[in-house]
């Protein structure tokens, strides 16, 4: 059963040489040989290389390497296919993309490597990662393992499949307005999104420059601090990065919720919501209230707002960011009798429809005539929603809500009906907008069927020490984080 280890088991059976990390990847790969085909996470994964990246970390084990210099030494980690691993392919979930191999090693990569970490596969999401359900992949619907017949989220679907599977102890996705909160909570694990600009963007393909940022996927909040320390701090290759001092996260594991206080968005439990997912977050927020933190009623006026502001936003940053997949320099070219038609065709027959949908908002949005209307109020707007945060954490020090509206729905459910997919996020935008940290932990399940259910956290600006603080205190006073999946 190694294959189900968290990412602190495993450096704790690789310190004692209990196991090597050999035995702890192959164990990942039997058990990606096992589900994969039902589960379908990973769009690419490379045993050999994967192994041979192992063999280095027991040699360096058994050199008298330790997890103190090295802190993930021998721990496998699978990657969203829209980071840059040298080597490897990055698709991003295109057909355009196809045959692209990365040249080079994101930050995120460079810093997992030097924490010792075994980096493999590329694991599946939505087109240059625009959707919430992984089904605008050009290659196939990820799958929830609670439920095959559901989608696990997205547009990080893959990254929270393969750890609620077991496939892999822990992952990296990336997240615009949602896309690691989202899926962890419709998958049952932990998702952390930094604070903008505390982990390096270098090497993560954009899609919405003011709002994308790197964060992990684990099983539990232990293992998110760990995977968190080794890969922020500043990178000049970066000009959106932070120079900040970074503290140790792990002195906030173990801490009680004494003289702390923490919201409740009104705005957030309103109608619309699942009776399940209410139930679960109610009781949630009940349970932080006995350990000792002070609940109390705050409210967001503008977060209405906020699905509306972020696809102008958003949107606007992709029609620009994706304007270099032309045919010219990279990417999959479909020839034409001139310029202009091959860029036509190579993009008409590159990009998938929910892509050339954001195209055309964003570009609509930026165009003569209308960037007034649109574009220039939504960051008036953008602006506004950033104050209301600002305000509330005067009087907390953490948000709560629900991380999703509801559990995971089936595949093909909302597919015809793009605007009830983009409310799939209407908990998690607002976080993005604002540039603050956010953090989903399994609360509960739905009944018939039984589905995970996500409690969001939120902090202020660097805040991660006081959401993880939060979040530990809450797992460990449940057990709602070691039930896992019953795919076998």
């Not at 294959?3 to 990606?32: F, M, N, P, Y």
């Not at 999401?125 to 696990?152: C, Q, V, Y």
């Amino acid at each position: 059963m190694l294959h189900r280890s968290t990412v602190a088991d495993l450096i704790r059976l690789l310190g004692s040489r209990k196991i090597s990390s050999t035995e702890a990847v192959q164990a990942c790969l039997d058990r990606i040989a096992a589900v994969e085909s039902r589960v379908k996470a990973f769009i690419s994964h490379d045993p050999a290389d994967a192994l041979r990246q192992a063999k280095a970390a027991d040699e360096a084990l058994a050199r008298g390497e330790t997890h103190h210099n090295k802190p993930l030494l021998g721990v496998p980690i699978a990657i969203k296919d829209v980071i840059a691993v040298q080597g490897q392919p990055l698709t991003c979930g295109s057909r355009i993309l196809g045959g692209y191999v990365s040249p080079y090693d994101a930050t995120v990569i460079e810093r997992l490597r030097s924490a010792g970490a075994v980096v493999f596969g590329r694991l599946n999401m939505d087109e240059f990662a625009m959707g919430s359900s992984t089904e605008n992949s050009a290659f196939h619907t990820t799958r929830n393992p609670w439920d095959l017949e559901r989608i696990p989220g997205g547009s990080s679907g893959g990254s929270a499949a393969a750890v609620a599977a077991d496939e892999v102890p822990a992952t990296l996705g990336s997240d615009t307005g949602g896309s690691i909160r989202q899926p962890a909570a419709l998958c049952g694990c932990v998702g952390l999104k930094p604070t903008y600009g505390m982990v390096s963007r270098y090497g993560l393909v954009a899609f919405a420059s003011s709002l994308d940022q790197i964060g992990p996927f684990t099983k539990t909040v232990e293992d998110s601090t760990l995977l968190l320390q080794s890969i922020v701090g500043h990178d000049p290759k970066d000009s959106t990065s932070l120079r900040t001092p970074i503290p140790d996260y792990s002195q906030s594991l173990g801490r009680d919720l004494r003289g702390l206080r923490v919201g409740l968005v009104k705005e957030f439990m309103v109608g619309g919501l699942d009776p399940g997912v209410k139930a679960a977050v109610d009781a949630a927020v009940l349970q932080l209230q006995s350990l000792g933190a002070e609940i109390r009623e705050i409210s967001l006026p503008h977060s209405d707002y906020a699905v509306a502001v972020y696809y102008i936003v958003a949107t606007a940053e992709a029609s620009a960011n994706l304007a270099r997949f032309d045919g010219v320099r990279y990417c999959a070219r479909a020839e034409g009798n001139d310029p202009i038609q091959m860029y036509e065709n190579t993009r008409g027959r590159g990009f998938g429809p929910e892509v050339k949908r954001r195209i055309i908002l964003g570009t609509y949005v930026l165009s003569s005539g209308y960037y007034d209307a649109y574009y220039l109020r939504a960051q008036k707007v953008r602006t506004l929603i950033r104050e209301d945060f600002r305000k509330a954490f005067e009087s907390v020090d953490a948000i709560v809500s629900p991380t999703t509206p509801t559990p995971a729905f089936k595949a093909g459910e909302k597919t015809a009906d793009p605007l009830q997919m983009y409310l799939s996020d209407i908990f998690t935008i607002s976080c993005n907008l604002a540039g603050i940290p956010g953090m989903s932990i399994p609360c509960g399940f739905t009944t018939s069927p039984k589905l995970p259910v996500g409690m969001q956290l939120l902090g202020k600006p660097l805040g991660e020490a006081t959401l993880i603080r939060i979040a530990h205190a809450y797992e460990q006073s449940t057990r709602w984080n070691q039930d896992r999946a019953p795919i076998v």
